[in-house]
């Protein structure tokens, strides 16, 4: 029987190994999780912010599912999250996004918000907010918990398309002032060093959204990298060569 387990092991490298010859690295992905014991690494993400803020969208930029598609998260002016759901990613199931109502509904009030959403589990917040940040936003005391946690202005697209109507636009200028805008109001609300992104969900590849993961990816512990980096979508050439690369934690 020792020899039959060999073998079988012997047959999963090797075409794991092709598979990442092929750069094919789902399936490569696939086969290393049960023989080198990928098996396990979780990664859950926590979207919360106010209703219609974007967080169902968001999630579903980040899956790579459309809005209309089976399993995406209901999204549109009248679709409230009014309960925690959490919506795995199609090709890594272990990656699971958790969209949040937000804090102060009148199912859950800030005061007990983090343990009726189950805080433990998440590796970290992202909050979301299509306008300056408001007190419920930063009620939650994450910090507290000891949980990383990431603000995103989203929405960016609209802002963008409003103020190019203005004779002396600047993409550059306006992001700027956003952002520094945001930063200020959070430090008002008493957060020190918020780090806050900008994003448009309809476009990923535009703004802030690479640098939020590059953030996310430091931020994070190497084992739980390559999960974040199989689940992130195709969005720059930075992304994609990495993706061409053996699995980091196991190389
Ligand atoms: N222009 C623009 N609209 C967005 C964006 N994200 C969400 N929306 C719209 O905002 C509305 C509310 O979004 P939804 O994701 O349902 O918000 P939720 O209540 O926080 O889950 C929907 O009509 C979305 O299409 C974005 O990045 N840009
Ligand atoms: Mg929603």
């Not at 419920?136 to 103020?163: C, G, H, P, T, W």
């Not at 953030?215 to 969005?235: E, G, M, Q, V, Y």
Request: glycine letters at 6%; aromatic letters at 10%; hydrophobic letters at 35%.
């Amino acid at each position: 029987s020792c020899v039959i387990t060999f073998n079988i092991s012997l047959t999963a490298v090797t075409k794991e190994i092709k598979a990442l010859q092929l750069h094919d690295k789902p399936s490569a992905v696939g086969m290393i999780k049960e023989p080198l014991g990928m098996n396990g690494i979780t990664l859950n993400i926590a979207i919360t912010g106010e209703t219609g803020s974007g967080k169902s969208t968001f999630v579903n930029a980040f899956r790579g599912v459309s809005d209309d598609d089976e399993g995406a998260a209901p999204t549109g002016v009248t679709e409230c999250t009014m309960e925690v759901k959490e919506y795995f990613h199609p090709n890594y199931p272990n990656v699971k996004f958790w969209d949040l109502p937000g804090v102060g509904t009148p199912n859950f009030p800030s005061d007990t918000y983090l343990e009726r959403v189950g805080f433990e589990k998440f590796d970290f917040f992202i909050i979301i907010s299509a306008v300056r940040f408001k007190e419920n936003d930063v009620k939650l005391e994450i910090q507290r918990m000891k949980k990383k946690f990431y603000f995103v202005r989203s929405k960016i697209d609209n802002d963008i398309n409003a103020e190019r109507r203005k004779r002396d636009f600047s993409a550059e200028r306006t992001l700027t002032e956003i952002r520094d805008d945001c930063v200020k109001g959070l430090r008002g609300l008493g957060i020190e060093s918020p780090q806050v992104f900008l994003v448009s969900s309809f476009e990923l590849h535009l703004y802030h959204f690479s640098l939020l993961h590059e953030t996310l990816d430091r931020d994070l512990p190497a084992h739980k990298r390559d999960a974040l980096l199989c689940a992130t979508p195709n969005i720059n050439p930075e992304i994609i060569r990495k993706k061409k690369q053996p699995l980091s934690y196991y190389s």
